[in-house]
């Protein structure tokens, strides 16, 4: 049991919320609704701009050095962190709610504990790219920002509701789009042809979820969203222009709009990248895009199991081969695809789920894996946790995700999407 003794240190909370340390306790790893001890490896020091959080509603579990034991804390409620953007979750924090029926909001339950020199978490830095990195952002120039584009682009009511995510929501790339830095926002899609479980801009009043953030009620015109792209890719060095946000539907829904707003982009400017975050569930839809001069596409995927996507997303009028005809059809034209993965421990390293994504690695040749945590309550997506150890051979996240790096040498990683200079290297 030695071992144990070098692992952090269990965090619970009381009632008001102060965060301390369980000394009987060290922390153990939730993957799926089972328990794993952790490997030392996989913690780091706490990243600047993750958040802690408390669950009051939940007992926090942990292993007894001296026994092995698994252990409910009697000494407070479960500590979880929300990780810092650019940074890959690697286990999930356990915990036994009072009520097994309650829905935790829609946060990515990242494993944290507590060493003699501060707070740990099972992540990794999957991203160098500091464009999320709280210290990046200055308030300052923020509101500066707000300012000039209100005063340049008046009556543009797509530069107000991006003021309400950089202000009320403080959105990080709304944030840089009022800082005149790396990647712009362009939400356009009230509508979405998903009814995905974890939602972050839409819940049914019955789904005992609450919405993070609230969705674009309007679809902008071409000129609105041209004048913000135009400014933002002509005084942005390897800017990125993104179409589909947390704040909006599928943006393949307005693909006439879109399509016109890049025809308008391209005619000031050839510089940038013009990207769209998406579903991928039309592929004539995304061909038209394609026509109109888009640079690159993120697919978001929760599976390359067909069951596995279809139980999360639910899709209306499309289907998951929908999805993989998109993802080949870009590729077919040589524009630049980024799978939006979104990572959870024991389903992502699931040996099912890893063989699904080394086929797809291989037959649909996308150019990167953007290892995104999954934001769901986990006991929702994978069934209320049992208190005993994971009987299931599986591959650890980390292992995982280090070796189809090893294996595919030519995939890109990341976090974000990718800049033109990236994005001309690895096309080559």
């Known amino acids: 049991m030695s071992g144990l ?12 919320g102060n965060i301390f340390e369980d000394k009987s306790l060290r922390v153990l790893a939730r993957e799926a609704s089972a328990l794993r001890v952790p490997f030392l490896e996989e913690f780091i020091p706490m990243p600047e701009g993750s958040d802690l959080f408390f669950l009051k509603n939940a007992k926090a579990i942990g292993i007894n050095p001296n026994t092995g034991k698994i252990e409910i804390s009697t000494k407070g409620y479960a500590v979880s962190c929300f990780v810092a953007p650019a ?21 990515a339950y990242t494993l944290v504990g507590w060493k003699k020199d501060g707070f740990y978490v099972a992540a990794t830095r999957i991203d160098p790219d500091k464009r999320q990195d709280a210290k990046h952002f200055n308030e300052k120039r923020i509101n500066e920002g707000i300012a000039f584009y209100r005063k340049t682009f008046p009556g543009n009511r797509l530069v107000d509701h991006l003021v309400k995510c950089a202000k009320e929501y403080k959105c990080p790339a709304a944030r840089n789009l009022f800082m005149v830095m790396y990647e712009a926002p362009l939400p356009t899609s009230p509508a979405c042809n998903s009814r995905c479980i974890g939602c972050i801009s839409f819940q049914p009043t019955d789904s005992g979820f609450c919405s993070s953030q609230d969705r674009i009620n309007f679809i902008p015109t071409p000129e609105e969203i041209a004048e913000i792209a135009v400014y933002h890719l002509t005084h942005v060095r390897d800017a990125v222009v993104s179409f589909g946000q947390g704040c909006e539907g599928e943006p393949l829904l307005v693909s006439d709009t879109i399509a016109e707003s890049i025809k308008r982009i391209r005619k000031h400017t050839s510089e940038g990248i013009i990207n769209i975050n998406t579903n991928g569930s039309s592929p004539e839809k995304m061909y038209q895009l394609i026509k109109a001069g888009l640079d690159s596409a993120r697919i978001s995927m929760n599976s390359f199991i067909k069951e596995q996507y279809s139980n999360y997303y639910r899709p209306l009028a499309y289907r998951f081969e929908d999805v993989i005809e998109t993802i080949k059809l870009l ?17 992502t390293n699931d040996p099912e ?3 699904e994504l080394e086929k797809a690695i291989q037959e649909l040749r996308f150019n990167m894996i953007q290892w995104r945590n999954f934001n769901i309550d986990p006991d929702v997506f994978s069934g209320n946790l049992t208190l005993e150890f994971n009987k299931k051979i599986q591959l650890p996240l980390f292992y995982h995700i280090r070796s189809i790096k090893k294996k595919y040498p030519w995939l890109y990683h990341g976090y974000f999407n990718p800049p033109q200079s990236i994005i001309r290297k690895y096309l080559k």
């Open 5 to 16: 003794y070098d692992l952090p240190y269990l965090l619970v909370a009381d009632e008001e």
């Open 87 to 107: 940074h890959t979750q690697l286990a999930l924090t356990p915990w036994i709610k009072a009520n097994k029926n309650e829905k935790f909001p829609l946060f």
């Open 331 to 347: 590729r077919q034209h040589n524009k630049w695809v980024s799978i939006n993965y979104f990572v959870f421990p024991g389903y």
């Open 353 to 355: 789920e890893i063989v």
